[in-house]
């Protein structure tokens, strides 16, 4: 049915020549393929649920260029609006109405926000999240959980998920001990440790930061009672609870997971879809926290380009389309279509796998399971997700090149793209 051996000769050429250029020949590490094998391609267009590349070989893409294309790639209203937006100046560095128009937008979405700070990435997001836990409170320690990633600063590159999980690293070189010194881990979904972690360093907790469902360490969502045991915890310990929302704000409802499974914590990142594939990042809290961040308070944090007039208008216009009526219940059904229809092939051809979804984000490990933290989702035969992913890729389907990170849906998959990639990934899983 598909052609398997498909033409990449210009990919390899342009990869080849990266990497004398830049570390890897990438801007981002996962992208180089290394846990998956074989080459990457490289991308030439990108139009709803598919992408092009160099040498014009056509894939569906569950990728989203990791999260922002919620709306497909492309969409014809966010490009309009871009245009419009061009023609008036790519930078203002000063105060713009769109700030308000996509501030407004956010508070009213998300239940934890009632104001917000723009950045420019998820990292940056994070990093300053985790300056205002400490000024607010007046501790230093954090805790966080193996596996998930909160952005590349210091003090969270201790057990993270995401590329570094990918490639096996151990914490990295050049983050000083002393920057991670103050940063506490425990199990994700295990209440006890966190518990105990509590209790063996008490007074000293700034907050707990976690991603409310894991998609860094493959798909993991939060077992029942994990998020309102931890809201419950750092109420009795006075500390703050931060969901890094930068994959699932917008993603697993309009409000995140917050709304999804209706426990506010005091402060939230968002990153990905809120810049609807520019770059952007947020954070926001309750107002009495908020008011801390300069020049309302103490707590510096500044940014040449932030909530620059591009990056805004793509984030109102992805969420304005987000608004839509029955958005949510299309990405929901398209989706759990396809995690259903992987898992059950997959155990029908005969391979040990576990999975799920929740609204437009979805996982597959090949471990019987189940995965409820890092640990289990580290049993999985990453070899055999290595020739899953290339005989995937070789019939035309792009997923995430790890093991470790969660598959993302659009608005722009259609039922007859699901159907095909299902198709396609019968015909690979019964030549594994
Ligand atoms: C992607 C991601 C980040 C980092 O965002 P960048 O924009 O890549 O810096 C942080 N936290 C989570 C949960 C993410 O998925």
Not at 176 to 202: G, H, I, M, Q
Request: with cysteine; net charge negative; proline share 5%.
């Amino acid at each position: 049915m598909v052609n398997t051996t498909i033409k990449t000769t210009k990919s390899q050429e342009i990869f080849a020549a990266a990497q004398n250029l830049m570390p890897g020949g990438v801007s981002s590490p996962v992208r180089a393929f290394k846990s998956v094998g074989g080459q990457p391609i490289v991308f030439d267009h990108v139009k709803g649920a598919y992408i092009w590349d160099v040498d014009g070989n056509q894939y569906i893409d569950y990728v989203g260029t990791w999260g922002p294309a919620i709306c497909g790639h492309t969409h014809p209203e966010v490009i309009a609006a871009l245009h419009e937006a061009l023609e008036k100046g790519t930078s203002f560095g000063a105060p713009s109405v769109l700030e308000n128009v996509l501030a407004e937008m956010v508070i009213d979405a998300v239940p934890s926000i009632e104001m917000v700070r723009f950045v420019n990435s998820g990292t940056e997001a994070c990093m300053a999240v985790l300056r205002l836990m400490r000024a607010f409170t007046n501790r230093e320690k954090i805790i966080k959980f193996e596996g998930c990633y909160h952005g590349h600063a210091d003090m969270f590159l201790v057990k993270a998920g995401s590329g570094v999980a990918t490639l096996g690293l151990p914490d990295s070189p050049g983050v000083p001990k002393s920057a991670t010194s103050s940063t506490l881990t425990a199990p994700f979904n295990d209440l006890e440790a966190v518990k105990a972690l509590f209790e063996e360093n008490r007074d000293q907790i700034a907050g707990v930061i976690l991603e409310p469902v894991v998609g860094n360490a493959g798909f993991i969502p939060p077992d029942a009672g994990f998020l309102e045991g931890l809201r419950e915890l750092t109420h009795e310990h006075g500390a703050l609870l931060v969901f890094d929302e930068v994959m699932t704000g917008f993603r697993i409802a309009y409000g995140g997971a917050q709304e999804k499974f209706g426990i506010t914590p005091d402060l939230t990142t968002l990153g990905k879809v809120i810049g609807g594939g520019l770059p952007v990042g947020a954070y926001g809290g309750r107002r009495d926290i908020m008011s801390m961040i300069a020049p309302a308070g103490p707590v510096y944090q500044a940014g040449t380009l932030s909530g620059n007039p591009l990056a805004m208008t793509a984030g109102i216009k992805t969420l304005e389309l987000l608004q839509k009526p029955g958005t949510y219940e299309y990405l929901d059904r398209i989706t759990q279509k396809l995690a259903a229809g992987l898992l059950q092939i997959a155990q029908e051809t005969g391979h040990a796998a576990c999975g799920g979804q929740i609204s437009a984000m979805f996982g597959l490990f090949f471990t019987s399971g189940p995965v409820h933290n890092y640990e289990d989702a580290k049993k999985s035969d990453t070899a055999k997700f290595g020739r899953f992913h290339r005989g995937m890729l070789e019939r035309g389907v792009y997923l995430a090149p790890s093991q470790f990170e969660a598959g993302f849906t659009s608005l722009a998959h259609t039922d007859e793209d699901i159907e095909q990639t299902l198709a396609v990934a019968r015909e690979v899983l019964s030549s594994l």
